[in-house]
């Protein structure tokens, strides 16, 4: 028998009618069986966390919710081999990089939010009017209400948890809808908030699929206040349109076809390393990485010499694909890039390992070159451990070729010379551009996308203004 997850609905677990089975990516077999929440129960769900924003959780200072993301935090890592166990059985990912970035993040969302509140300032105006009248206005920060939030697979509880924290954080009750692949370290996380003392109903998990299911109930819902999403560009198109006829504040993190910008000067081994990181970590799913590189021409063959090398020696310790349809997705891009004149200088196939994992979803990592900027492959979104490297010649082609895409998540510039990754950062169409390394996270800084990468920024006081809104009080002195 293996374990049923079910939504955790006004601080009680509860059963959906239809279950649907949690995979385990590395060997195919079920983990876990869940039970998806109906219509029904996603209205119980927000009138659970409406009731707890209109007790004793809207009553809470900044102090008492602050000492309560501390608490979470604790909670999880009291639990912290748990986490990783649940995370790695749903996403199949080493349990080496669960250990090190999934679920340390997770902690440290919590804790991060619960000093940015206390410390979060708002505007105060002494105003004087031509007329000789005065007074002072001052904002003051109120939470929303009820916040449905709803994530992907990739990184589902670093993702689930850099939402629920900020919210929570400004005194709003939230709804989550975590991906249908990966339901377990959300349903863990209501476990850890009975442990940290958090009233029922500000913390609630409907399970299910988009359409026609537990993410199209809540994104339609009229008693939503605000909608988080983190996925994929098409899906944020389907949620604004259900969410628009109640409108509301709506905050997207969407898909990526991020650049890697890499000049001769750059110091090969730390690029090489950089690089290994954003085109493979977490085989290839992560937003921010990198799926098109361009190299200055005077280092382009031993760049990809190198890369080559770094992704062969890296392969069999890669962790699968989501699933057998992502892999499906992937598999035809390397299918397509053959077809669109692509050289494959590595990769390009399915591994075969003798053992379970031939059950899994598995695919080799690849390094693509010889593609025209037009390829459907140099533009759309892989999402797997596949890059394609181009050379240009000058600091201009480079730039241009870079910000060609209609996405605009996250950027990196590989040099040594200062002065020229400045120049370059400016000009980065992307909402991040890192110099010299890659994923190296402040979490307080501004995180979002242009274009189709998304609409708003989280990160410290940005995710603050999302969850909260500012109330102007004018007083006559
Ligand atoms: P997805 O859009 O398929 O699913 C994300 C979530 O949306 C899931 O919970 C899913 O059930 C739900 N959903 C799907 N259709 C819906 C609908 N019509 N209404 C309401 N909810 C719906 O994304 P995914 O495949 O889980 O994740 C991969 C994608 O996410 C990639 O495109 C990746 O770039 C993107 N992503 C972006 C960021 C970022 O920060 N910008 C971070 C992680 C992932
Ligand atoms: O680091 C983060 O805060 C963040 N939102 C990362 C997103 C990664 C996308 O897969």
Same mark, same amino acid.
């Given at each position: 028998?293996?374990?049923?997850?079910?939504?955790?609905?006004?601080?009680?677990?509860?059963?959906?009618?239809?279950?649907?089975?949690?995979?385990?990516?590395?060997?195919?077999?079920?983990?876990?069986?869940?039970?998806?929440?109906?219509?029904?129960?996603?209205?119980?769900?927000?009138?659970?966390?409406?009731?707890?924003?209109?007790?004793?959780?809207?009553?809470?200072?900044?102090?008492?919710?602050?000492?309560?993301?501390?608490?979470?935090?604790?909670?999880?890592?009291?639990?912290?081999?748990?986490?990783?166990?649940?995370?790695?059985?749903?996403?199949?990912k080493p349990v080496a990089l669960a250990s090190r970035l999934d679920v340390p993040r997770a902690a440290a969302n919590?804790?991060?939010?619960?000093?940015?509140? @206390?410390? #979060?300032? =708002?505007?105060?105006?002494?105003?004087?009017?031509?007329?000789?009248?005065?007074? !002072?206005?001052? /904002? &003051?920060?109120?939470?929303?209400?009820?916040?449905?939030?709803?994530?992907?697979?990739?990184?589902?509880?670093?993702?689930?948890?850099?939402?629920?924290?900020?919210?929570?954080?400004?005194?709003?009750?939230?709804?989550?809808?975590?991906?249908?692949?990966?339901?377990?370290?959300?349903?863990?996380?209501?476990?850890?908030?009975?442990?940290?003392?958090?009233?029922?109903?500000?913390?609630?998990?409907?399970?299910?699929?988009?359409?026609?299911?537990?993410?199209?109930?809540?994104?339609?819902?009229?008693?939503?206040?605000?909608?988080?999403?983190?996925?994929?560009?098409?899906?944020?198109?389907?949620?604004?349109?259900?969410?628009?006829?109640?409108?509301?504040?709506?905050?997207?993190?969407?898909?990526? @076809?991020? #650049?890697? =910008?890499?000049?001769?000067?750059?110091?090969?081994?730390?690029?090489?390393?950089? !690089?290994?990181? /954003? &085109?493979?970590?977490?085989?290839?799913?992560?937003?921010?990485?990198?799926?098109?590189?361009?190299?200055?021409?005077?280092?382009?063959?031993?760049?990809?010499?190198?890369?080559?090398?770094?992704?062969?020696?890296?392969?069999?310790?890669?962790g699968p694909l989501i699933s057998a349809q992502h892999r499906e997705k992937v598999l035809s891009y390397y299918r397509?890039?053959?077809?669109?004149?692509?050289?494959?200088?590595?990769?390009?196939?399915?591994?075969?390992?003798?053992?379970?994992?031939?059950?899994?979803?598995?695919?080799?990592?690849?390094?693509?070159?010889?593609?025209?900027?037009?390829?459907?492959?140099?533009?759309?979104?892989?999402?797997?451990?596949?890059?394609?490297?181009?050379?240009?010649?000058?600091?201009?082609? #480079?730039?241009?070729?870079?910000?060609?895409?209609?996405?605009?998540?996250?950027?990196?510039?590989?040099?040594?010379?200062?002065?020229?990754?400045?120049?370059?950062?400016?000009?980065?169409?992307?909402?991040?551009?890192?110099?010299?390394?890659?994923?190296?996270?402040?979490?307080?800084?501004?995180?979002?996308?242009?274009?189709?990468?998304?609409?708003?920024?989280?990160?410290?006081?940005?995710?603050?203004?999302?969850?909260?809104?500012?109330?102007?009080?004018?007083?006559?002195?």
């Amino acid at each position: 028998m293996v374990p049923q997850l079910d939504s955790f609905i006004g601080g009680r677990f509860r059963r959906g009618p239809r279950a649907f089975p949690d995979i385990h990516p590395v060997d195919g077999s079920t983990v876990a069986c869940v039970t998806e929440a109906t219509a029904d129960m996603v209205d119980e769900a927000v009138s659970a966390a409406r009731g707890a924003v209109a007790g004793d959780w809207g009553r809470t200072t900044v102090r008492e919710r602050a000492a309560a993301l501390h608490r979470i935090a604790d909670a999880i890592e009291a639990r912290f081999d748990e986490f990783v166990a649940r995370e790695v059985a749903d996403t199949g990912k080493p349990v080496a990089l669960a250990s090190r970035l999934d679920v340390p993040r997770a902690a440290a969302n919590f804790r991060i939010f619960a000093d940015v509140i @206390k410390t #979060a300032c =708002v505007e105060s105006f002494h105003t004087e009017m031509p007329d000789g009248r005065a007074a !002072l206005n001052y /904002a &003051v920060r109120k939470p929303l209400g009820v916040v449905g939030i709803i994530t992907p697979w990739n990184l589902p509880l670093l993702l689930l948890t850099w939402k629920v924290a900020p919210a929570l954080a400004c005194g709003n009750a939230v709804v989550v809808k975590p991906s249908e692949e990966t339901p377990w370290t959300a349903t863990l996380l209501a476990d850890a908030m009975r442990t940290a003392g958090i009233p029922d109903g500000v913390y609630n998990v409907v399970h299910g699929f988009g359409p026609g299911s537990a993410g199209e109930f809540l994104s339609s819902h009229p008693e939503i206040d605000a909608i988080t999403f983190t996925g994929e560009t098409r899906t944020g198109a389907a949620i604004m349109a259900a969410a628009a006829s109640t409108v509301k504040p709506l905050s997207f993190e969407l898909g990526g @076809k991020n #650049a890697a =910008v890499v000049f001769a000067d750059c110091d090969f081994d730390e690029t090489i390393d950089g !690089l290994a990181d /954003a &085109v493979f970590l977490n085989t290839g799913q992560v937003c921010l990485c990198a799926e098109r590189v361009y190299v200055e021409r005077a280092v382009f063959e031993h760049i990809v010499g190198a890369l080559k090398e770094r992704a062969e020696a890296l392969a069999p310790n890669l962790g699968p694909l989501i699933s057998a349809q992502h892999r499906e997705k992937v598999l035809s891009y390397y299918r397509l890039a053959r077809e669109e004149g692509a050289c494959v200088e590595t990769g390009g196939g399915v591994p075969q390992f003798g053992d379970r994992r031939d059950n899994g979803f598995f695919v080799e990592p690849t390094i693509l070159t010889g593609l025209p900027e037009s390829a459907r492959c140099v533009k759309e979104e892989i999402f797997g451990p596949v890059c394609h490297i181009a050379p240009f010649d000058s600091e201009d082609e #480079a730039i241009a070729k870079a910000n060609d895409t209609l996405y605009g998540l996250a950027a990196s510039i590989w040099t040594s010379d200062l002065k020229r990754a400045h120049r370059v950062a400016a000009q980065m169409r992307a909402g991040i551009t890192w110099v010299n390394c890659w994923f190296l996270r402040d979490l307080r800084t501004p995180f979002g996308g242009v274009g189709l990468s998304g609409i708003g920024r989280e990160g410290g006081l940005h995710s603050l203004n999302f969850y909260s809104a500012l109330n102007n009080v004018c007083v006559k002195l």
